[in-house]
């Protein structure tokens, strides 16, 4: 797809729900509103944004456990996220996933994922059956720079590729395998160089630029249609946060931390917007403003939504059984 | 009367639904052109071709992935691991992926896929290749396990495995295939109905698999004292069939079970624990449980039989109570 100004400025939009989205988040589970865990997107919005934006509806997505970006922009609506997040009936998945399951196959969304690689096998089986139905659809699969390490990459790489499948394969290296820099954690410095062993194209993209991941997806995603077979493509990028929400962060040089901060995706984009006059000021201001009034609602919905029954605990485990509650 | 070995039986099963339903694949190594490492899946490539029959590299995570995320959308995949004991390359995404996606996304999903898994011993295949893992499988909510022992409850339970809209692992004893049986009809057999392969008065056997085989065998010297056995094969081991037990439990008050499991922690302990819990009024005498011993398999064929249980087993137990 041609970059133009629908694109963008849904891209802005995008990555403004996600932002406030997390930082929402991050202030609820500061004040023990979220229970569990968090692993915040923060930082990243270009990525999600830039890559889905080359997406239609019935596309897939594959997700992670820093997923919540990627599902806001494949077009996952706020309110049902946020209730999930605070485990309410009304969530996604009737609060029966929090944070690192949400999923809505409706929009073709398969699912964070809270096994760190899992989602790179599952991504096979969807290219597959796209494949198998011979539909134009594409799956991008999303994972890190951690899950390279994983047998799981090497194997979905390798079957990807003979089987030529319409998979998009996006790391998101942001520096860090949980503490571990990845510097520490592996050999090469470009995870796109790991496509090579694959016999698939892999190429190097600044993640924190949307315009650069969106052009760069829309060759992998064009080329995927097209029955081309797979692409990894590396966005180098940042995450503002820890690891988890309550990561002391210690493993992070602070001079690092700072410069990252001032190449915040955000900003660099709304200016690039208004430069090249894709969006003005006052577009800009309007879809802030509109972002904030859906965290509003979002909060309103997910806070006044009920808990689900404790009695539903039996239900949806499969799709013809309900385990009998006596069962303790 | 039509027969059939049980190898054929879980090939036509297949077949059958693959002429029926398009979205039915085939996914393993050497299901293809080779035709199956056992046999299995002869002449399949050749009527359903290479996109139905697929070969895969040896990467078990890719394989069991590639069913999780097929049947997530839409497809009804079928995959053959080769061995039971190849399952645990892969065991993420069938505990973690293929069992619990439903459920944490709020029932929002279908995941109609089927794993074969050729399991248990007496082949010479050592520590890695002879295990009963059943419960492993059981243990785990999201799953469904089966255990066909004979030709028609293979035919009948593959024809249903792959009619269910959720996982189901299908465990083959790969000393069966050769096995011929009667086939009385060409129907699914429903999850969760067990079977009585001999029909006795005096002790219960519950058994799985080849043990079925042990058990019908402990049945026929035991005859010679004038003592019935009642065999009962569960065949699927979840859903489970614990009236059929019960029901028997109500006229013979003893209770032997007997897998192939290394005893510790076996699913037989859990059938035994579940009759003392529930029906422990029915009892006369302890439940005995009989397996594996608690070793892994060895290669040897003298340890390998000593370490396996056999019909003797049972005649000698049957004769304390």
Request: hydrophobic share 45%; with cysteine; glycine share 10%.
């Amino acid at each position: 797809m041609e970059l133009n100004r629908d694109i963008t400025s849904t891209m802005y939009l995008r990555m403004q729900r996600i932002r406030a989205f997390e930082n929402t988040a991050m202030t609820l589970f500061a004040d023990g509103k979220i229970p569990g865990a968090l692993h915040l997107y923060t930082g990243e919005e270009a990525v999600a944004a830039g890559v889905c934006a080359n997406l239609r509806e019935d596309d897939y997505i594959v997700s992670t456990h820093r997923g919540h970006g990627h599902i806001v922009a494949k077009g996952g609506e706020l309110k049902y996220m946020m209730a999930e997040l605070l485990g309410k009936e009304t969530g996604y998945c009737n609060g029966k996933g929090g944070s690192m399951h949400i999923a809505d196959v409706s929009k073709g969304i398969l699912g964070a994922n809270g096994i760190v690689g899992a989602g790179l096998s599952i991504s096979v089986g969807a290219g597959l059956s796209i494949s198998y139905r011979g539909t134009d659809q594409v799956c991008v699969c999303f994972f890190g720079d951690g899950s390279s390490n994983q047998g799981t990459f090497h194997e979905a790489l390798n079957m990807a590729g003979i089987w030529k499948l319409p998979i998009v394969f996006v790391c998101e290296n942001n520096g860090y395998g949980a503490s571990m820099s990845q510097a520490k954690h592996m050999l090469v410095r470009d995870i796109a160089d790991r496509g090579a062993a694959y016999g698939i194209p892999g190429v190097v993209v600044d993640g924190n630029d949307a315009i650069a991941v969106y052009n760069t997806t829309a060759e992998a995603v064009t080329r995927a249609r097209r029955g081309d077979g797979p692409t990894l493509i590396e966005c180098k990028t940042y995450r503002h946060r820890g690891q988890f929400e309550g990561d002391p962060g210690i493993y992070r040089p602070a001079a690092e931390v700072e410069a990252w901060l001032a190449k915040d995706p955000i900003p660099r984009f709304a200016g690039f917007l208004q430069e090249f006059g894709l969006l003005s000021a006052q577009e800009i201001e309007a879809i802030d403003q509109q972002v904030a009034d859906e965290i509003r609602e979002a909060i309103v919905f997910a806070e006044q939504s009920p808990y689900p029954a404790v009695e539903k605990i039996v239900e949806d485990i499969y799709s013809d059984i309900i385990e009998e509650v006596r069962v303790r | 009367m039509k027969t059939m070995n049980y190898r054929d039986a879980i090939r036509e099963a297949m077949c059958i639904r693959m002429r029926e339903d398009d979205s039915v694949l085939l996914m393993g190594e050497d299901v293809g052109f080779f035709g199956g490492s056992s046999g299995i899946t002869a002449g399949m490539f050749e009527e359903f071709g290479e996109k139905r029959v697929r070969d895969t590299p040896i990467s078990e995570s890719a394989i069991i992935g590639a069913a999780v995320g097929s049947a997530a959308t839409g497809l009804r995949p079928i995959i053959d691991l080769l061995f039971v004991d190849f399952m645990l390359v892969g065991i993420d995404q069938i505990v973690n992926q293929a069992a619990k996606m439903r459920y944490m996304f709020g029932g929002k999903i279908s995941m109609p896929m089927v794993a074969r898994l050729p399991c248990g011993g007496g082949a010479g295949l050592a520590a890695q290749h002879s295990q009963s893992l059943e419960a492993w499988l059981t243990h785990i909510p999201g799953l469904k396990t089966v255990y066909p022992s004979t030709p028609q409850d293979a035919l009948g339970l593959m024809l249903s495995a792959i009619d269910d809209d959720n996982p189901v692992m299908f465990l083959e004893h790969r000393l069966l295939y050769d096995m011929v049986g009667e086939i009385v009809d060409m129907n699914p057999i429903p999850l969760g109905v067990g079977d009585i392969k001999r029909a006795g008065s005096d002790v219960t056997v519950v058994a799985t698999g080849k043990m079925v085989h042990e058990a019908l065998r402990a049945a026929d010297i035991l005859a010679n004292d004038g003592i019935a056995l009642e065999v009962i094969d569960p065949r699927s081991l979840y859903p489970f069939d614990m009236d059929m037990i019960a029901k028997s439990l109500e006229k013979t008050r003893r209770a032997v079970i007997i897998t192939e499991e290394n005893k510790r922690v076996a699913f037989s302990a859990e059938i035994s624990a579940t009759i003392a819990e529930e029906y422990f009024d029915l009892l006369d005498a302890p439940v005995v449980r009989i397996g594996a011993l608690n070793t892994p398999a060895p290669f040897s064929p003298p340890m390998e039989t000593y370490y396996l249980p056999c019909a003797e087993d049972i005649v000698a137990a049957v004769r304390k109570f």
